[in-house]
């Protein structure tokens, strides 16, 4: 597998415990260090049983607060961190918080798990963060669109997004810019970390003349519109459309032929994190096997923990729409940091918000 140059909202707290994973209770902390721990994370994104577990082998209790973007994460922690410890950027994030100083260096000698990691560069030495110095892979996946089998042909194409009347009316994108906008330069033959003024605006046009047949621009909740018949189809987050395909069985999942993304979060410590220990803790604590096979079987994304993808069902590793094939790798991109020209793409979902 191959994820080119270098490896973006994701789904609400799941809600009670399951059965008791086989983790290995490791009961340290510093004791200067309160017992507490402020996590930033995206929505429906961790196990059912990974906090209390956490509890269990540190005393650590966790304030978990959620995000919907890259962008409000960054945000908030742009002026100064409020006091979280442990945050869940994705790749182009990463690199751009590394460029501002607003990461710590993570101290690998604290996770000693981290031996779990596939040896795969694409996760042991990423071009985002050479080394995993500044954060540590967490899970990856793909963007694409899910459907609604009955209701209309599969979506093999970004055409039928952008161009066909399949599914006039009954389609939602999802309300994130640069994928968005991706995926229109995607279609249109252009990379989608174009810097190119005229290719980012032929994608703007593109959104816009699409605008009559969308019902709605969705914040990370397409899937749940497709499974409650809301729309019949919605570009959306790979596990996010795998969650909602088990509840029911005509919802799939499809990467069209120009490609789609591929993406990977990323653990990381934000500066001015208070409570280092806790948080050097908490990752080396996910990266348990058992706790991270229970995160990849809830999420229904795919992880880079190896002892971990061991623990998981056949099914889900044999699935193509959580485990992409090789070629369906190949011909997607991952969104990298395009510098100044991120304001060019500000710029164009504004306008296309508007029209």
């Known amino acids: 597998?191959?994820?080119?140059?270098?490896?973006?909202?994701?789904?609400?707290?799941?809600?009670?415990?399951?059965?008791?994973?086989?983790?290995?209770?490791?009961p340290w902390r510093a004791q200067a260090e309160e017992a507490?721990?402020?996590?930033?994370?995206?929505?429906?994104?961790?196990?059912?049983?990974?906090?209390?577990?956490?509890?269990?082998?540190?005393?650590?209790?966790?304030?978990?607060?959620?995000?919907?973007?890259n962008e409000e994460l960054f945000a908030k922690l742009q002026a100064g961190n409020p006091g979280y410890d442990v945050i869940v950027p994705s790749d182009y994030m990463i690199e751009s918080m590394i460029a501002l100083d607003m990461l710590v260096p993570l101290d690998h000698a604290q996770l000693p798990n981290l031996r779990h990691l596939d040896p795969d560069p694409n996760f042991s030495d990423p071009a985002f963060n050479p080394g995993n110095r500044f954060a540590v892979p967490y899970l990856w996946g793909t963007m694409g669109i899910g459907y609604r089998k009955s209701a209309g042909p599969r979506p093999d194409s970004w055409a039928t997004v952008f161009e066909s009347d399949a599914y006039a009316g009954r389609i939602a994108l999802l309300d994130d810019p640069r994928a968005m906008l991706g995926m229109a330069l995607k279609y249109l033959g252009y990379s989608?970390?174009?810097?190119?003024?005229?290719?980012?605006?032929a994608a703007r046009?593109?959104?816009?003349?699409?605008?009559?047949?969308?019902?709605?621009?969705?914040?990370d909740s397409g899937q749940d519109m497709l499974l409650a018949g809301d729309v019949d189809l919605a570009v959306e987050w790979s596990g996010d459309i795998v969650q909602v395909m088990q509840e029911d069985p005509d919802l799939d999942y499809v990467i069209p032929s120009q490609g789609g993304s591929v993406w990977m979060d990323t653990l990381a410590i934000p500066k001015g994190a208070p409570h280092l220990e806790n948080a050097h803790a908490f990752i080396n604590h996910i990266y348990d096997p058992a706790v991270n096979a229970e995160i990849a079987r809830i999420t229904r994304y795919p992880t880079p923990n190896l002892a971990a993808k061991a623990l998981i069902d056949v099914a889900d590793r044999?699935?193509?729409?959580?485990?992409?094939?090789?070629?369906?790798?190949?011909?997607?991109?991952?969104?990298?940091?395009?510098?100044?020209?991120?304001?060019?793409?500000?710029?164009?979902w504004t306008v296309i918000q508007a029209a």
Do not use: C, H
Not at 205 to 219: C, W
């Open 1 to 26: 597998m191959s994820f080119g140059q270098a490896i973006s909202s994701r789904r609400q707290l799941l809600a009670g415990a399951g059965a008791a994973l086989g983790v290995t209770l490791l």
């Open 192 to 201: 989608m970390n174009s810097i190119d003024a005229a290719q980012i605006a």
């Open 36 to 69: 507490r721990l402020n996590v930033y994370n995206w929505d429906t994104y961790i196990g059912a049983t990974t906090l209390e577990t956490f509890a269990a082998a540190t005393g650590v209790s966790v304030q978990y607060d959620l995000f919907a973007s």
């Open 205 to 219: 046009d593109v959104i816009i003349a699409a605008k009559p047949r969308i019902k709605t621009f969705a914040p």
């Open 318 to 348: 044999d699935n193509p729409a959580i485990y992409p094939p090789a070629e369906v790798i190949a011909t997607s991109e991952t969104l990298i940091d395009v510098g100044d020209a991120a304001r060019l793409y500000d710029e164009a």
